[in-house]
């Protein structure tokens, strides 16, 4: 393929910076797997043509390479067909669109074998276009009245099949447990079992006839899915029912309606992992501090769960502590978000997690609780842990 | 883990049919890579639970197991730690909601290893939930006045930092070659160099110029992207300046808002693969097929893009030719849509590959006419091989 995008004649260059760049474009750092006999220039400078302008340079019209390629800043190679390479990329090629973004990061290469995106430098005038989370973890400790610095629990509702009558019946359980954060389990759409309004109005008057009774304020979350029209009116709807927040899959609901929600309901939004899983392979994909961390942060979730280390999941502790501090680092006028991890999470182990992940966390327990001879109580039980750890 | 679910007492069973199954229950073929140890039985067990329930069945109520976990229907040792796997669901758990659906699909395992989804069955009870394509082949021939059984050709607007007017350029003079497809390259999203309003008026323009000049009928298709309030605007707006038809990523723009558009917008929609590919793993994700080839099919594209054989992309022949089996396969209600490869097809070579592909094919090429000496003279002799096709 001719090339003639201009690379600085070194293959090396300074670590790369964990602040933006001065220069105002969007680093992305790459580890590329070299196919037998590929130069790691020639790679990194296809993908910079790949992303941006789709064709070889030769053929680009007058004045565009500088200002819409990606430029190649750094080529360093790490082991046998093993590159990092560094691209930037000016602002002005996203636009005001965040799919436009995740197309920039990923779109087309991710058709092509070997290419993992590990780190993003975010410019602040691509930041600036998120709307990041509405409440963050202030806002959202303010609304579950969780005035100390702990951690707090969630539980979600299980299983699928169940009745409405059935799911609010946990709600209340869990509720009266002082759980702070009750959510549907990511399966629960509008099946016939458990229909969308029937369910979240069954669970809603539950949780609040136990904070009526409790004093407490555990707020219900449920999972929201929808088309345009069903998800407006689903959202008009649970503000006028009063419901707190909801549960969202931002790569099934679509990337855009979450930075809707967070601009526009006024709801909490905790975000799941759902159908991502495919983009964190070792030598594919993203970094899930990337996706989970950034990303899901930037398009306005409050709180990001994952699968923590020791699940079935491929992530491991550093992976797990990577999303962690994407979620909380300071990042301008973007609030901080809650790590929720979930998935092979013991409940007598909560103490080690808490004490590891510390009081910034959402513990999400599921089989764990469900699992013991009373759920409630050994909720109650975790909460007591939770709250002995924010004194 | 605990597990009390019913399955067959002998592990082989018989191939899996590729019609729909009698009983009605959505069946996945899934092809595991076990660890060091793990039991087949107990894996395909996790994953019919996993997708389901989400708890072992141990600790579910009463009565929901059979009602809602997967049911292990197959498994087999296909090699070293290989295992073919079939597990049917209940199309009671999906619902009405086709983000439910994905998530039943890929969702929770897809954060897990070694599982790959390499068939399903579609019962008619979840096919009539998609709305498939509003046009399809025979719809959009007859919208681009393409009477006989002939390809069409697609060419693309690029690049990305072009203004509006050089765009329109390229349309104008790939309508007056009669390019029966002219869409926007998938970065074109709303960026400063060419705002999406004025770059499809600009288009709209020069292609009706062109048409009413040679009285042909090029089909203009923008790139649309946005939230829900963008969306529902532009939509309005296409509709309003006669705009024909639409270019979509779905797994950008968000997979239930193409099924509203393919179900409400008159528009044509053309779907493109952009953030797709990490699910193409030999041992991880889904076969090609059954997301570009049905499942963007079900949704509503009449033409989907995919990366032919011999680009960067990872796929072979085998594949290619799959997905397009995939779209045009007879559906019921639903409607075969066009294959469109592209990406590292030769102008030289389109009369092989319509050799290969048959006439229900639209050729993208990009690169190919933008290396020619005049793109447009390139476009229209790759043209005059397509209607040769046709004849």
Same mark, same amino acid.
């Given at each position: 393929? #001719? =090339? &003639?995008?201009?690379?600085?004649?070194?293959?090396?260059?300074? /670590? !790369?910076?964990?602040?933006?760049?001065?220069? @105002?474009?969007? &680093? =992305?750092?790459?580890?590329?797997?070299?196919e037998e006999g590929e130069q790691a220039r020639m790679r990194a400078l296809g993908i910079a043509l790949e992303q941006t302008v789709g064709m070889p340079a030769?053929?680009?019209? %007058?004045?565009? $390479?500088?200002k819409v390629v990606g430029r190649v800043e750094e !080529?360093? $190679?790490?082991?046998? &067909?093993r590159v990092r390479a560094v691209v930037s990329y000016a602002p002005e090629v996203v636009g005001e669109d965040l799919a436009q973004l995740l197309d920039l990061l990923f779109g087309n290469i991710s058709l092509q074998a070997g290419i993992r995106v590990v780190a993003v430098d975010w410019p602040p005038a691509i930041l600036g276009r998120f709307p990041g989370p509405a409440l963050g973890i202030a806002g959202l400790r303010e609304r579950a009245e969780v005035r100390e610095?702990? #951690?707090?629990? +969630?539980?979600?509702? %299980?299983?699928?099949?169940?009745?409405?009558? /059935?799911?609010?019946?946990?709600?209340?359980?869990?509720? /009266?447990?002082? =759980?702070?954060?009750?959510?549907?389990?990511h399966s629960l759409a509008n099946q016939p079992s458990a229909p969308f309004?029937?369910?979240?109005?069954? +669970?809603?008057?539950?949780?609040?006839?136990?904070?009526?009774?409790? @004093?407490?304020?555990?707020?219900?979350? #449920?999972?929201?899915?929808?088309g345009p029209q069903d998800l407006a009116r689903r959202v008009a709807w649970l503000r006028?029912? @009063?419901c707190p927040g909801v549960l969202v899959s931002p790569a099934l609901l679509g990337w855009a309606n979450v930075s809707w929600l967070a601009r526009s309901s006024g709801l909490?939004?905790?975000?799941?992992?759902?159908?991502?899983g495919s983009l964190f392979a070792r030598d594919h994909g993203l970094a899930p501090e990337l996706v989970l961390g950034d990303l899901f942060r930037f398009l306005g979730c409050d709180g990001v769960v994952y699968p923590n280390v020791g699940g079935r999941s491929r992530?491991?502790? %550093?992976? +797990?502590?990577?999303?962690? &501090?994407?979620l909380r680092r300071p990042r301008g006028r973007i609030r901080p978000a809650f790590p929720v991890p979930g998935g092979g999470i013991d409940r007598s182990r909560v103490p080690l997690w808490i004490e590891r992940y510390g009081p910034d966390t959402v513990f999400l327990l599921g089989s764990s609780l469900y699992a013991a001879p009373d759920p409630f109580e050994a909720a109650r039980e975790v909460g007591v842990a939770m709250r002995g750890a924010g004194r």
């Open positions: 393929m #001719p =090339v &003639r995008v201009p690379v600085p004649a070194t293959g090396r260059g300074p /670590a !790369v910076s964990d602040h933006p760049t001065s220069d @105002g474009r969007l &680093r =992305v750092t790459y580890r590329l797997t070299l030769a053929y680009l019209p %007058r004045g565009l $390479e500088e !080529v360093e $190679e790490i082991g046998e &067909r610095r702990r #951690p707090l629990l +969630c539980a979600p509702l %299980r299983p699928l099949g169940s009745g409405a009558g /059935a799911l609010a019946e946990l709600a209340r359980g869990f509720a /009266a447990a002082h =759980v702070d954060l009750v959510k549907d389990d309004r029937q369910r979240v109005e069954a +669970c809603l008057e539950a949780v609040a006839g136990a904070n009526r009774r409790t @004093g407490g304020r555990t707020l219900y979350l #449920p999972n929201l899915t929808g006028e029912v @009063g909490a939004i905790l975000g799941h992992p759902s159908w991502t992530f491991d502790l %550093r992976t +797990c502590e990577a999303i962690n &501090r994407a």
